[in-house]
């Protein structure tokens, strides 16, 4: 390609933050050395180098929809720094990707695949425990290879503690953990009817499954009439995403498995749609929303489609005494003087913290609301990566008890949009609707508050910062009416670890819920109920889909509405099921 001018070049290392006023303006150029390889140069207005480096999958990637990372193998450059470049447009961006893709495309033409790590029976030899997956592909009905120039230094790693990330694509990458999520059958039920009921938005398309497990969102753009399906998954999982796509060869032979990161993935074309879940506790725990935005600024065409499309957050005051009592009392073992001959009383005050400190996940009754709901709203379609860094909920709540009541703390939960242009789609984690494997969650204050009734206001905030665990600290800010008239403002806050959760819901209740809603559907039940989203629970369906018409109808028509606030279905009337546009 020709001089690529107008660029802005800044340095990221581990010590400093990227710093734009310190930026260099210039230009890159990809070239050919005296060798044959392929090289990029970027140089600075005056013509000095600042940075010449070989080009491989590795050394350059797309960070956002102007901006590119460069992580140097051998050059004049801090080699444990990375090299920023931001783009005047998008349209420049798109150029140097073009080009980007199609050095990368020669290269594996010339370089035979290595079958590296597979077993004599072609199938990948598994890793210790532990041991995260290597970059690879697998296309269809073929052997998962290892792809030449795969490796670390994307914006994954370099964002996200190694210890957390190796936990993370171990659990994922367990069949039993997979079969937890493919059996909350409100979740799957709701994708199924989602992709299949909107086969216009599927039919004859390229399709990347973000994220992808076991593969069934991949299995379900097929059978929506997708052309063609790429299965990312990082994990040991992807290995029996392909056994599972080759089991079901009528759909399976569409579909390619590339075991990588999304990060590190380079595609020959664009897609047209992505799906993925995404979603975590308080819909952002894990941090791989930020990973489907990535996909949406490398690999989505221009107008295409995200399954899904919007995400909210919502929060409500709640007032639980149990709740409030039983953590209080679990920190009572710490006021014992003589434990074995032991005064353990001086670890009480910091025991009382790191239980109030922990946010409680379960499924709760809806009447423990006590206030108004506010809502956050995120349209994947638009907002930067950036944004989910440090979010913000500004709380204006007004009090909807009938009498005195006790604010325990803050109530949160949250609900996701598909936008078919067929058949759009809530699927919603509301109290009052079917549980879901995400549960609810709430953070719960240390020192409650007391307002007199109904038509009393809290005021305060609900900030998520990101860390870099994949998780967030959670700071809640809530400030009540005097005590009396004249007094100061009842104020409580706490900071919360979104990542230790106390999971006070994992009862044999739910697994016997879902046990119970899996014998209920025989194969030909199964067969038969598309329109209740492939679900056995069918009554769970049923439900999000009333509830998504109620909804529907308060928004008239999901997207556009949604983007402002409603009541997050708190009262069981909004965010579940089909939408009906007004």
Same mark, same amino acid.
């Given at each position: 390609?020709?001089?690529?001018?107008?660029?802005?070049?800044?340095?990221?290392?581990?010590?400093?933050?990227?710093?734009? +006023?310190?930026? %260099?303006?210039?230009?890159?150029?990809?070239?050919?050395?005296?060798?044959?390889?392929?090289?990029?140069?970027?140089?600075?207005?005056?013509?000095?180098?600042?940075?010449?480096?070989?080009?491989?999958?590795?050394?350059?990637?797309?960070?956002?929809?102007?901006?590119?990372?460069? /992580?140097?193998?051998?050059?004049?450059? /801090?080699?444990?720094?990375?090299?920023?470049?931001?783009?005047?447009?998008?349209?420049?961006?798109?150029?140097?990707?073009?080009?980007?893709?199609? !050095?990368?495309?020669?290269?594996?033409?010339?370089?035979?695949?290595?079958?590296?790590?597979?077993?004599?029976?072609?199938?990948?030899?598994?890793?210790?425990?532990?041991?995260?997956?290597?970059?690879?592909?697998?296309?269809?009905?073929?052997?998962?290879?290892?792809?030449?120039?795969?490796?670390?230094? /994307?914006?994954? +790693?370099?964002?996200?503690?190694?210890?957390?990330?190796?936990?993370?694509?171990?659990?994922?990458?367990?069949?039993?953990?997979?079969?937890?999520?493919?059996?909350?059958?409100?979740?799957?039920?709701?994708?199924?009817?989602? !992709?299949?009921?909107?086969?216009?938005?599927?039919?004859?398309?390229?399709?990347?499954?973000?994220?992808?497990?076991?593969?069934?969102?991949?299995?379900?753009?097929?059978?929506?009439?997708?052309?063609?399906?790429?299965?990312?998954?990082?994990?040991?999982?992807?290995?029996?995403?392909?056994?599972?796509?080759?089991?079901?060869?009528?759909?399976?032979?569409?579909?390619?498995?590339?075991?990588?990161?999304?990060?590190?993935?380079?595609?020959?074309?664009?897609?047209?749609?992505?799906?993925?879940?995404?979603?975590?506790?308080?819909?952002? /725990?894990?941090?791989?929303?930020?990973?489907?935005?990535?996909?949406?600024?490398?690999?989505?065409?221009?107008?295409?489609?995200?399954?899904?499309?919007?995400?909210?957050?919502?929060?409500?005051?709640?007032?639980?005494?149990?709740?409030?009592?039983?953590?209080?009392?679990?920190?009572?073992?710490?006021?014992?003087?003589?434990?074995?001959? %032991?005064?353990?009383?001086?670890?009480?005050?910091?025991?009382?913290?790191?239980?109030?400190?922990?946010?409680?996940?379960?499924?709760?009754?809806?009447?423990?609301?006590?206030?108004?709901?506010?809502?956050?709203?995120?349209?994947?379609?638009?907002?930067?990566?950036?944004?989910?860094?440090?979010?913000?909920?500004?709380?204006?709540?007004?009090?909807?008890?009938?009498?005195?009541?006790?604010?325990?703390?803050?109530?949160?939960?949250?609900?996701?949009?598909?936008?078919?242009?067929?058949?759009?789609?809530?699927?919603?984690?509301?109290?009052?609707?079917?549980?879901?494997?995400?549960?609810?969650?709430?953070?719960?204050?240390?020192?409650?508050?007391?307002?007199?009734?109904?038509?009393?206001?809290?005021?305060?905030?609900?900030?998520?910062?990101?860390?870099?665990?994949?998780?967030?600290?959670?700071?809640?800010?809530?400030?009540?009416?005097?005590?009396?008239?004249?007094?100061?403002?009842?104020?409580?806050?706490?900071?919360?670890?979104?990542?230790?959760?106390?999971?006070?819901?994992?009862?044999?209740?739910?697994?016997?819920?879902?046990?119970?809603?899996?014998?209920?559907?025989?194969?030909?039940?199964?067969?038969?109920?598309?329109?209740?989203?492939?679900?056995?629970?069918?009554?769970?369906?049923?439900?999000?889909?009333?509830?998504?018409?109620?909804?529907?109808?308060?928004?008239?028509?999901?997207?556009?509405?949604?983007?402002?606030?409603?009541?997050?279905?708190?009262?069981?009337?909004?965010?579940?099921?089909?939408?009906?546009?007004?």
């Amino acid at each position: 390609m020709s001089m690529v001018t107008g660029l802005r070049f800044a340095t990221l290392t581990e010590e400093e933050p990227l710093a734009w +006023d310190k930026a %260099v303006d210039g230009a890159i150029a990809f070239s050919k050395s005296a060798t044959g390889a392929d090289v990029l140069s970027c140089t600075g207005t005056s013509g000095t180098m600042v940075l010449q480096t070989a080009v491989t999958q590795r050394t350059m990637w797309r960070a956002t929809s102007t901006t590119f990372m460069v /992580n140097p193998h051998s050059s004049t450059h /801090n080699s444990t720094s990375c090299l920023v470049i931001k783009c005047p447009s998008k349209q420049s961006a798109d150029g140097i990707q073009a080009s980007l893709d199609a !050095i990368l495309a020669a290269q594996q033409q010339q370089q035979p695949h290595q079958h590296a790590g597979h077993a004599s029976n072609g199938v990948p030899a598994a890793g210790h425990a532990g041991q995260q997956a290597q970059p690879t592909k697998a296309g269809p009905s073929g052997n998962v290879v290892i792809p030449p120039g795969s490796g670390t230094g /994307n914006v994954f +790693d370099k964002k996200t503690d190694k210890g957390s990330s190796d936990m993370y694509f171990k659990y994922y990458a367990s069949l039993q953990n997979q079969q937890n999520m493919l059996q909350d059958y409100t979740r799957t039920g709701m994708y199924f009817m989602a !992709i299949t009921e909107n086969r216009a938005d599927f039919e004859g398309k390229v399709v990347m499954d973000v994220g992808a497990g076991s593969g069934i969102l991949s299995l379900f753009a097929a059978m929506a009439g997708a052309r063609k399906v790429y299965a990312v998954e990082a994990s040991g999982m992807a290995r029996f995403a392909r056994r599972l796509a080759d089991g079901n060869p009528s759909l399976g032979s569409r579909i390619e498995v590339i075991n990588s990161k999304v990060e590190e993935v380079t595609l020959s074309e664009k897609v047209d749609v992505l799906v993925s879940e995404p979603m975590g506790t308080l819909l952002v /725990n894990e941090r791989m929303l930020e990973t489907y935005l990535y996909a949406r600024d490398a690999f989505l065409k221009p107008g295409g489609k995200m399954f899904p499309q919007l995400g909210r957050i919502h929060a409500a005051a709640f007032s639980d005494e149990v709740l409030h009592a039983e953590v209080a009392t679990k920190a009572v073992f710490w006021t014992q003087n003589n434990f074995y001959g %032991v005064d353990v009383t001086p670890l009480y005050p910091s025991a009382v913290d790191s239980y109030f400190g922990q946010v409680v996940v379960d499924a709760f009754d809806h009447t423990v609301l006590a206030s108004s709901c506010a809502t956050k709203v995120f349209d994947f379609g638009s907002c930067p990566e950036a944004s989910l860094h440090d979010i913000q909920l500004p709380l204006q709540l007004q009090v909807t008890s009938s009498g005195p009541c006790t604010i325990h703390g803050l109530a949160c939960w949250f609900d996701v949009f598909f936008h078919g242009s067929q058949t759009p789609v809530w699927l919603s984690t509301a109290p009052g609707l079917p549980t879901t494997h995400w549960f609810q969650l709430r953070c719960v204050l240390k020192a409650p508050i007391v307002v007199a009734g109904p038509g009393a206001v809290l005021t305060g905030s609900l900030r998520l910062v990101a860390h870099r665990h994949q998780s967030y600290d959670v700071h809640v800010t809530l400030t009540g009416p005097p005590l009396v008239p004249g007094g100061p403002p009842q104020t409580a806050s706490g900071i919360f670890d979104l990542k230790e959760p106390y999971y006070r819901q994992l009862t044999t209740g739910w697994w016997q819920q879902m046990a119970g809603a899996a014998a209920a559907a025989t194969p030909g039940d199964q067969a038969q109920q598309q329109g209740a989203g492939h679900a056995p629970a069918g009554q769970a369906q049923q439900q999000q889909q009333q509830a998504g018409g109620a909804g529907a109808g308060m928004m008239q028509g999901g997207f556009q509405q949604a983007m402002g606030a409603g009541d997050g279905g708190a009262d069981g009337k909004d965010g579940g099921g089909r939408c009906t546009p007004a």
